[in-house]
């Protein structure tokens, strides 16, 4: 008697294996898709940051800022934070936005990108100084020393006028700059003996001697 064999797997059968396998690899498929669109979907879909002025949340001051400030702005590599920080240095503070256009490498649109990101501030805004310190730091005048400068007034030592320059005669209460150089002329001539000699003198009369009588001697 001769062994029983299996039997043969009916042809019907053969495209629904492979129609198994196939599913089977279309699924695996899918699923290692969403692994990779779940790792790296956000890369590749992700679009630019639109920058907005609304959007700034500090804008950064062109005449404060150091390099590393600048740099974080965006649009500002190291050569471009380098020229801002070399214009300010050569030529001063920026007194607007628009000063930007100066410096080298910077045009019309490459401001419209910065402008939202940058701010010119003024001194006292950025820095202000509290008004308490500011009395501390202020000095009193200097008051001239009596006796020294200035008119001449009761109980200073009375002056010479057959001496005194013409600055210590401009130094007498009605005495200016032309009356004192008629003093020093009129005594060249003849020295004054006492002061009423002074009403040789013209331009003082009666009332500008008695003014001036306490404040004089003729030695």
């Given at each position: 008697?001769?062994?029983?064999?299996?039997?043969?797997?009916?042809?019907?059968?053969?495209?629904?294996?492979?129609?198994?396998?196939?599913?089977?690899?279309?699924?695996?498929?899918?699923?290692?898709?969403?692994?990779?669109?779940?790792?790296?979907?956000?890369?590749?879909?992700?679009?630019?940051?639109?920058?907005?002025?609304?959007?700034?949340?500090?804008?950064?001051?062109?005449?404060?800022?150091?390099?590393?400030?600048?740099?974080?702005?965006?649009?500002?590599?190291?050569?471009?934070?380098?020229?801002?920080?070399?214009?300010?240095?050569?030529?001063?503070?920026?007194?607007?936005?628009?000063?930007?256009?100066?410096?080298?490498?910077?045009?019309?649109?490459?401001?419209?990108?910065?402008?939202?990101?940058?701010?010119?501030?003024?001194?006292?805004?950025?820095?202000?100084?509290?008004?308490?310190?500011?009395?501390?730091?202020?000095?009193?005048?200097?008051?001239?020393?009596?006796?020294?400068?200035?008119?001449?007034?009761?109980?200073?030592?009375?002056?010479?006028?057959?001496?005194?320059?013409?600055?210590?005669?401009?130094?007498?209460?009605?005495?200016?700059?032309?009356?004192?150089?008629?003093?020093?002329?009129?005594?060249?001539?003849?020295?004054?003996?006492?002061?009423?000699?002074?009403?040789?003198?013209k331009g003082i009369g009666p009332k500008t001697l008695e003014t001036i009588r306490q404040f004089v001697v003729c030695r």
């Open positions: 008697m001769t062994p029983a064999t299996a039997p043969p797997i009916p042809p019907a059968q053969q495209p629904a294996s492979r129609s198994a396998q196939v599913a089977l690899a279309a699924l695996g498929a899918v699923l290692v898709g969403l692994l990779v669109f779940r790792g790296y979907g956000h890369r590749l879909t992700a679009r630019p940051t639109e920058h907005h002025p609304a959007a700034v949340a500090r804008q950064v001051d062109l005449n404060t800022a150091d390099r590393v400030e600048l740099m974080q702005i965006p649009g500002v590599g190291p050569h471009l934070a380098d020229a801002i920080l070399t214009h300010r240095r050569d030529r001063g503070r920026f007194a607007t936005v628009d000063d930007l256009t100066a410096v080298k490498g910077i045009g019309g649109k490459t401001l419209d990108k910065l402008r939202p990101w940058v701010t010119v501030r003024e001194p006292d805004e950025a820095d202000p100084t509290p008004p308490a310190i500011e009395r501390l730091e202020r000095k009193p005048a200097a008051r001239p020393a009596p006796g020294r400068s200035g008119k001449l007034r009761p109980g200073d030592p009375p002056l010479d006028v057959n001496a005194a320059s013409e600055e210590d005669l401009r130094r007498l209460p009605g005495v200016g700059p032309t009356l004192a150089r008629r003093i020093v002329e009129a005594r060249g001539v003849q020295p004054f003996r006492t002061p009423d000699d002074l009403r040789r003198v």
